[in-house]
């Protein structure tokens, strides 16, 4: 390891991660291929198990300039991305989770976009890699590549930051119906901050990161304080899907996401200010608590659409996979939704939300059927799925199940 003092680059590549050495050991080699130097990394180990500590990886590497940091204690999330970006000097600065890997060739590519246009935010999508068997999260898989919403042939384009984050703030899509380029938009971990943009935002806040959700609070106060952003014409990172995500392993179960929330330094405060308050099981009431509380604070110039985002929230109490402790607490949970819905809302706009949720759960079913349908596609001839739509209406229920025996060993 090449530990480095202060030093003036281009980039500063930020690793904030907590017993995910295998994570920093890959993310490593990565930057190993990266065909450009112009940048230091931040590891900040924030560790509670010395056995899971990932300080042997950023040794061994050979990545020019390595700073390997720990908090002096371990601290929440939040604290430690906090934390961390004392220690980020470059003129833009990346925040990266440790299932992000930063694709050879992208720092090249955004340092030659700059020199023609300076930008406060820049952007990119990322590729998905998904394992074929957990834990082997680098063995074989499927790897999806994905395209930014741009127009072709442009090395990229410029956004309107605040014209961004009101159409996110509105959620006319829930936050996993986004496509690329819109999830990407303002956050640090699809991108780079500029330092002048962080100095704004620290002077006026306090801090770049803060509760509920990093990657989230920082991507509304970037857009709010950023004058402008851009998004490059092409994938920055390829993202690994495990089963060891903080946020898909919250989304899904109440006891982690109540043991984050318990993390918080002010976690009160945050059951408090939620847009559902003490509703914790549920990711889209996260988010919306940044939304809420940050416009709240500092005075910012957006409107949450909260018909949506409770449409979304709804949705999250029963979402696929979901798996509630007791039965008590989904009841629980279910109620402080359903009265906050009858007290707080409006008549019309209640209305509103039940209109949203019929339409949504009717494009649901619709949306599995034809998922279904393409998936079965290449494999079954045209014959039998005619022949099952004929038995699934005039066949008996022996007829219809020897057929699906039939397609699922076809398949």
Known sequence: MNSTNAMNTKFSLVYPTRHRPKFIEMALKFLEHQEYDDFVVIVCDNFIDPALSCEKHCINSSVKHIKYIRPPKPVGMVENWNYALQFATGDYICYFTDKMFLLPGTLDYVDRVLQDNQSDI?????????????????????????????????????????????????????????DSSHYARGKICFGAFSSDLISRIKKETGQLFHVCSPDYSSMILGLSFAHSALEINRSGIVHINTDLSNGGQTSIKDELALAYITSLNIYQECFQSMLVPGLYACSHNMVAHDYLSLKEKYNLDFELNRVNWLAYINEDLDVPGRRWSNVEVEQQQKNLYNQFVEKNLSEAERNQLNILLRSRAVKRKSNRKSLLKETLKPFIPETLLNLRRKLIYRGSITQVKALTDILVQKV
Do not use: C, H, M
């Open 122 to 178: 820049v952007n990119w999508v990322d590729n998905k890699f998904t394992a074929k068997q957990f834990p082997d999260y680098f063995g074989e898989g499927t790897y999806r590549i994905e395209t930014p919403n741009l127009e072709k042939g442009l090395p990229y384009q410029s956004f309107g930051p605040l014209a961004e984050l009101r159409k996110k703030a509105q959620a006319a899509v829930s936050r996993n119906e986004q």
